[in-house]
């Protein structure tokens, strides 16, 4: 009678992407550095989502502040942000005046729906004070910058307070909370964005629909979920609010109203707005400076750079 065959042991699983070792650092202007195409979390068939870390002269540890990219949650990458700052300008600027930025990716639309992109960002603040020894920052100076639908993000970040929406991606343990938000014509009450612009809140078709997986008005609650409006409790972080009044993709008012319920519950709020700028500061070039400008001023203040 023969031998039974003994299996062959699978061989072992490599450690997941995001507790790799770093990269070396590459050299960028004005003395900073920067770390590209870092993973900060990895799950089963999913891509590795990865961020890009500026870091400021010096050793450190400084403080960052995660960047959140727009794009109607649809398109965009951690490359960008914005057509105001071509390349890598804005996150070069500020790493220059002290802050650190890491630009993250998290998962758009046509990938997951919602809450997979708060997770995603969530997951990004865990894996950043994971590592924050090897990187060089302060774990305790994480601030939230985001423009659009990734201002959307930050807001979030520094309102959420709600288990069930931490999400395990990537690294668990450390805290996803953060310091200062500072976002850039946001949505800030997701279940209201097409009546502002005057759209139909039962199609299915617009960007909020596709985050939610539904029209708004279909999933009432699952709209406000989304909406950082919904979140605003006492004890918030600062927050920056800047918006164009001639925004017309997300009208001015959503960043009023968000600015409204963090005053009423006692919050630290700044809201600026600017009356000839349209969406992504088309339409007022010079407003884009003075708003790169007033959020370094704006970080620096709330994360001390020594």
Same mark, same amino acid.
């Given at each position: 009678?023969?031998?039974? #065959?003994?299996? /062959? *042991?699978? *061989?072992?699983?490599?450690?997941?992407?995001?507790?790799?070792?770093?990269?070396?650092?590459?050299?960028?202007? &004005?003395?900073?550095? +920067?770390?590209?195409?870092?993973?900060? #979390?990895?799950?089963?068939?999913?891509?590795?989502?990865?961020?890009?870390?500026?870091?400021?002269?010096?050793?450190?540890?400084?403080?960052?502040?995660?960047? +959140?990219?727009?794009?109607?949650?649809?398109?965009?990458?951690?490359?960008?942000?914005?057509?105001?700052?071509?390349?890598? /300008?804005?996150?070069?600027?500020?790493?220059?005046?002290?802050?650190?930025?890491?630009?993250?990716?998290?998962?758009?639309?046509?990938?997951?729906?919602?809450?997979?992109?708060?997770?995603?960002?969530? @997951?990004?603040?865990?894996?950043? %004070?994971?590592?924050?020894?090897?990187?060089?920052? &302060?774990? &305790?100076?994480?601030?939230?910058?985001?423009?659009?639908?990734?201002?959307?993000?930050?807001?979030?970040?520094?309102?959420?307070?709600?288990?069930?929406?931490?999400?395990?991606?990537?690294?668990?343990?450390?805290?996803?909370?953060?310091?200062?938000?500072?976002?850039?014509?946001?949505?800030?009450?997701?279940?209201?964005?097409?009546?502002?612009?005057?759209?139909?809140?039962?199609?299915?078709?617009?960007?909020?629909?596709?985050?939610?997986?539904?029209?708004?008005?279909?999933?009432?609650?699952?709209?406000?979920?989304?909406? *950082?409006?919904?979140?605003?409790?006492?004890?918030?972080? *600062?927050?920056?609010?800047?918006?164009?009044?001639?925004?017309?993709?997300?009208?001015?008012?959503?960043?009023?109203?968000?600015?409204? @319920?963090?005053?009423?519950?006692?919050?630290?709020?700044?809201?600026? /707005?600017?009356?000839?700028?349209?969406?992504?500061?088309?339409?007022?070039?010079?407003?884009?400076?003075?708003?790169?400008?007033?959020?370094?001023?704006?970080?620096?203040? %709330?994360?001390?750079?020594?």
């Amino acid at each position: 009678m023969p031998t039974p #065959a003994v299996p /062959t *042991p699978a *061989p072992p699983l490599p450690p997941p992407a995001h507790a790799a070792p770093l990269p070396p650092a590459a050299p960028g202007p &004005d003395g900073t550095r +920067l770390l590209a195409g870092v993973p900060f #979390a990895a799950t089963p068939g999913v891509r590795p989502l990865e961020l890009d870390l500026y870091l400021p002269p010096g050793e450190g540890p400084h403080p960052v502040a995660l960047f +959140l990219h727009g794009g109607g949650w649809r398109l965009g990458s951690r490359h960008s942000g914005g057509p105001a700052f071509p390349g890598r /300008t804005l996150f070069e600027r500020a790493a220059a005046a002290g802050i650190a930025v890491a630009s993250a990716d998290y998962r758009l639309t046509g990938e997951a729906v919602w809450p997979a992109q708060l997770s995603d960002a969530k @997951a990004a603040v865990r894996w950043l %004070r994971a590592r924050a020894g090897e990187l060089g920052i &302060d774990p &305790d100076r994480v601030a939230a910058w985001g423009e659009s639908a990734g201002g959307h993000l930050a807001e979030l970040l520094g309102l959420v307070d709600d288990p069930a929406l931490e999400g395990d991606v990537g690294v668990t343990g450390p805290s996803s909370a953060v310091v200062a938000v500072a976002a850039w014509y946001a949505p800030s009450d997701v279940a209201a964005v097409a009546v502002d612009t005057g759209a139909d809140p039962a199609d299915a078709t617009t960007r909020e629909a596709r985050l939610l997986g539904a029209a708004p008005s279909a999933v009432p609650e699952r709209a406000a979920q989304a909406s *950082p409006v919904t979140h605003v409790r006492p004890g918030a972080p *600062p927050f920056l609010l800047l918006h164009g009044r001639a925004d017309r993709l997300v009208p001015c008012v959503q960043s009023e109203r968000l600015a409204a @319920a963090l005053s009423a519950a006692g919050g630290d709020v700044g809201l600026h /707005t600017y009356d000839a700028a349209g969406h992504m500061w088309l339409g007022a070039p010079e407003t884009a400076a003075d708003a790169l400008d007033r959020t370094v001023a704006f970080l620096r203040a %709330r994360l001390p750079v020594g």
